[in-house]
Nanobody, 124 residues
Framework: QVQLVESGGGLVQAGGSLRLSCAAS????????IGWFRQAPGKEREFAAS????????DYAESVKGRFTISRDNAKNTVYLQMNSLKPEDTAIYYC?????????????????WGQGTQVSVSS
């Protein structure tokens, strides 16, 4: 089992940057692929980015490609989401999730564990 805790959210002006962290506890963190999802008020949860167990494969939603970078440090049991050139439409609660498989997925229902989320607000 894996427990996930997100941090790093906050309020930033458009064009600014934030780095989110997803700290994991539990066994065999390196066996999990990790995804970042976000949910804005009144909208469904949507995929943002994911990373394979060793960081060798990454996937990004079109809406964040070129602005967000996902990375992981298995020695620290942590996955990061560097968010640059933030836009007001990036405002949402950001969640990290873990999936006990080697293949990436954009589907929330395919993830086994979720964090509690961290709020990101971007002002115009």
């Amino acid at each position: 089992q894996v427990q996930l805790v997100e941090s790093g959210g906050g309020l930033v002006q458009a064009g600014g940057s934030l780095r989110l962290s997803c700290a994991a506890s539990g066994r065999s963190f390196s066996n999990y692929m990790i995804g970042w999802f976000r949910q804005a008020p009144g909208k469904e949860r949507e995929f943002a980015a994911s990373i394979s167990w060793n960081g060798g494969v990454k996937d990004y939603a079109e809406s964040v490609k070129g602005r967000f970078t996902i990375s992981r440090d298995n020695a620290k049991n942590t996955v990061y989401l560097q968010m640059n050139s933030l836009k007001p439409e990036d405002t949402a609660i950001y969640y990290c999730a873990a999936r006990s498989t080697y293949s990436l997925s954009r589907v929330p229902e395919r993830y086994d564990y979720w964090g509690q989320g961290t709020q990101v607000s971007v002002s115009s």
